[in-house]
Each structure stands twice: as structure tokens, then as C-alpha cells.
């Protein structure tokens, strides 16, 4: 009997217990915008059409109107973080 009384509580305790969730925030740095366009538009992944940085984060846009384009960007947050980023499409 005391047995049992025991297991219920576990069980019922178990309901008002919290845990991590893994992998949402472990790497949202990934996440991070770093094109102006990009950035401009709340940080959002559009797709334009003729956009050489589009290859970045959709790789389904890569087609031959991209070849031989140069991109360089350059974002400057406020909290002094900078991200620079090149993309040369051959």
C-alpha cells in the first residue's frame, strides 16, 4: 500500500515537471540575417528572382542568370556585432 501511494504521487507530480527542449536555441546563430536586403525586410528569406545572395539560404533559385555575379555585404547590429559575408557565383 505505501508503495502505491508513492507511485501516485511521482505520477501526479510528473504533470507539473518542465524540461529543456533541445535543438530550438542551440544554434540560432545560424538564423542570423546577413544580407542588407535581408536585414532591411525584418530578417525574413524572400525570394527574388534575380538576387545573386538568394543561392545562400535557397539553393533552388541557382540558375544561369547568376553567373560570374559578385556579392559583398556588411551588417552592423547595435549591440557591436558586424557580419561581413562575399558570394562569388561561378
Known sequence: MNKS???????????????????????????????ARQVALGGKTLTFIDDVNQPSWNPATISNRLHKQLSVNYTSYLTGINIGFCLLCL
Do not use: A, D, H, V
Open 5 to 35: 501511494i508513492y507511485l501516485f504521487l511521482l505520477l501526479l507530480s510528473s504533470n507539473f515537471l518542465q524540461s529543456q527542449t533541445g535543438g530550438e536555441n542551440t544554434y540560432s546563430f545560424l538564423n542570423t540575417p546577413t544580407f
